[in-house]
């Protein structure tokens, strides 16, 4: 005991070299524990006599002396090994999962008009459990994140859930139709048989016989000049969707929305709005050009929206006029199909959606082998929605557009900024900034990235939408420590600096359900005395079982329409009518 008490002070007095790579079990308890029962074995030799072994004397106190010098060499180089240790986390947290993690929100927000989902999160090294709460979803959600990162099952479809139940007027559109209107039809159901009345209604332009009729341009809406202007311009600005030249290209754009106008104003006019609508418009815009201008100049009030057309008419400049007018014909002619007349013709809903009188579910159903001429259609259909919806008086509604650049919506930057007030939500889904410039215009997609209240992120792989998220998440102040080791003398530094919160390489990696984001805070009653972050860093957690469970009830969507067995026929003689029809009314104002 008195050999290990002057080790001991020997030891606490050395200064050794400080080392990185010891390892406590080898180096110290392994060493420990072998000297200390070196040290004590070696008392059973001690009181032992001596005696023969093969005809020689042996001294018992010889091995005592061995046991005792080894069993101090280890115990002295174990205790040596304890100076060596670096107290320091150096090293320990490569991927700086410590300094990057903050507190979220772990309570369920108690706001009537709000949605949450449940989350996992890491925080002072244990996982716990939060919530994602949406809370002013009337400033508008941006959701980004590459395809299979988790967007549609991980919020999408929670948000299609929450709103239903919570009595919001939806719109939907559905780009891979039916992944989320079963689910919203589901919904719909569950709600009815708790005495919830809504109308559920789809637009399907692949399987009309499970879609609704709807005039889009219903003289009710269309009252004056400007009205058929601003639905003239949405339908150009779909089909020629991302295309934001100027020069020359920009003139023929605005000779052909000026052009399509009069030719919508005209129908709402003719016959108190008898013929006013999608199909009649196309049918008409292929006649030919004296059976156009005859029957437009009838109305007065089309003589100066007319007058540069009507100028190259009259001068026979019928080059000048196919410039004008002629790429909107080529564009819109694709427009002109069976199903197209058939669904555009009737009238069975409003899409005043968020009318507190009628209110209703609206499925967009699209088709990834046919969205080009879906789409188009579909923007007209919104830009009448939406203009309906965003005003006094109507229910809290919800537009939900994943997929958001297959489809354009007309002005969709002014709906977020102003829907505020008549309590209309968006949420928009995309896979990339990049993508979102191409089929929107920068100037529009930047625009809309400025004005909406919530963000979030999954995996993404641009360059430009990591610089975006990385900047928008901010930074915050992070602990950083250095080491210098000298022979016998450890420095250690501590310091902090502002390092960015969410770096791009941890959005870049994100995992199928990890999401990222910054959310639009109620106010804090609290604000002098604590700050709480509105940035997310998560796992989406949602009850797998259940939502399986939920997807094998799905039921098969409603069949409007039973053509028994003569779908075609009907279709045909509807297009037939059409075209008939436009033929009478251009045969009644042709000019000798």
Known sequence: LFIMLLVLLTSLGTLSKKSRELSAKKHILVPLSVSLILLFSGLLFYSLQPFVWLGVII??????????????????????????????????????????????????????????????????????????NIENIFRGTLLIGTPGSGKSFGVVMPFIRELIDKRFCICLYDFKFPDLASLAYLRYLNNRDRGINMDFHVINLNQVEMSRRINVFNSEHIKTLADAAETAEALVEALKKGDKSGGSDQFFTQSAVNFLAACIYFFARLEGGKYSTLPHVLSFLNCTYQQIFDCLTSNDELSSLLSPFMSAYRAKAFDQLEGQVGTLKIFISRLATLETFWVFSGDDFSLKISDPKHPSILVLANDPATQNINSTCYSVVLNRLTRLINSKGNLPSALILDELPTIFVHRIENLIATARSNKVAVLMGLQELPQFHQHYGKEVANTICAVVGNVLSGSVRSKETLDWLEKLFGRVKQESESLSIDRSKLSVSLSERLENLIPSGKIAALSTGEMVGILAREPNENYAKSYQPSVINCKINLDLKAVAAEEASYLPLPVFYDFKGNKMQVLSENFKKINNEIKLITGRFLKS
């Open 59 to 132: 001294k018992p106190e010889v091995f005592y002396v061995l046991l005792l010098l080894a069993g101090t060499i280890l115990f002295h180089l174990a205790l040596d090994n304890i100076s060596k240790i670096i107290s320091s986390k150096l090293g320990n947290d490569i991927w700086n999962r410590e300094g990057e993690s903050f507190k979220q929100e772990e309570n369920k927000s108690r706001i009537p008009l709000s949605v949450s989902i449940p989350m996992l999160y890491y925080y002072k090294k244990k996982v716990r459990k939060g919530f994602i």
